[in-house]
């Protein structure tokens, strides 16, 4: 079945610092690909997708570029700040008979975010 | 636009007692989700509704949770007896074509 691995975490950066989460998954077709955010207590909400191989998803100073030779969606910002603190979760919409079923979503297990000032 | 309403925020019971989770989807969303997020962990889709129908409720654990969109708009979880490993937070989703817009959640503690 398909899953979406993202790397061990938490990650603690310095404000301005490089960030980078990775994610990979393992799914049946080519599915689109979306990153969430979670800030502290508030629901999860959309902050980038992509389609297609080799779409980049950006929003809010984030990147992400679907790999499909290497199933790889990682995200990137090159200057994080505080209000970025937050846990970030990839995930991939189910496909079904009738086609992509983007709230079917199997996420990550989410990586916990500290920007310091 | 209002956005996806759960309550209540917070629950803690005991085991083997009984609680229930309210959601009102987004005006006009016919597909309605339950997601259970333990934490350190990714949420997992407990069951899916579309108007007032189940599209899955594969991953939903039928001894003791059950769900019900009996009008196609709110929805409501149960759990009935709850155990110890059921502690999570449970999202409530909707969508109407190709995003997903979340609830706040319930953060259920069972002691």
């Known amino acids: 079945g398909d899953s979406v691995t993202q790397m061990e975490g938490p990650v603690t950066l310095s404000e301005e610092a490089f960030l980078t989460i990775n994610c990979t998954y393992t799914a049946t077709g080519y599915p689109s690909l979306f990153w969430y955010v979670q800030y502290p207590g508030e629901g999860l909400q959309l902050l980038l997708k992509a389609t297609k191989a080799d779409d980049k998803g950006s929003n809010k100073g984030f990147e992400a570029t679907y790999r499909k030779e290497t199933t790889s969606f990682h995200l990137e910002k090159g200057s994080v700040q505080v209000s970025d603190s937050a846990v970030y979760f990839c995930a991939l919409p189910a496909i079904n008979a009738g086609g992509t079923s983007y709230g079917k979503l199997t996420f990550g297990q989410g990586t916990i975010l500290t920007v310091h000032p | 636009e209002a956005g996806v309403a759960q309550s209540p925020r917070y629950k803690i019971i005991e085991k083997r007692q009984s609680v229930a989770f309210w959601c009102n989807p987004i005006?006009?969303?016919?597909?309605l989700y339950w997601y259970q997020q333990i934490l350190g962990q990714g949420p997992k889709l407990l069951i899916q509704f579309q108007n007032n129908g189940v599209v899955d409720d594969s991953q939903l654990p039928k001894d003791r949770f059950s769900a019900e969109r009996l009008k196609g708009v709110d929805s409501t979880l149960k759990i009935q007896p709850a155990k110890l490993e059921d502690s999570a937070v449970y999202l409530c989703?909707?969508?109407?074509?190709?995003?997903?817009?979340f609830g706040q959640g319930t953060r259920l503690t069972v002691v």
């Open positions: 005006s006009g969303h016919a597909t």
């Open positions: 989703a909707s969508s109407r074509d190709t995003e997903a817009f």
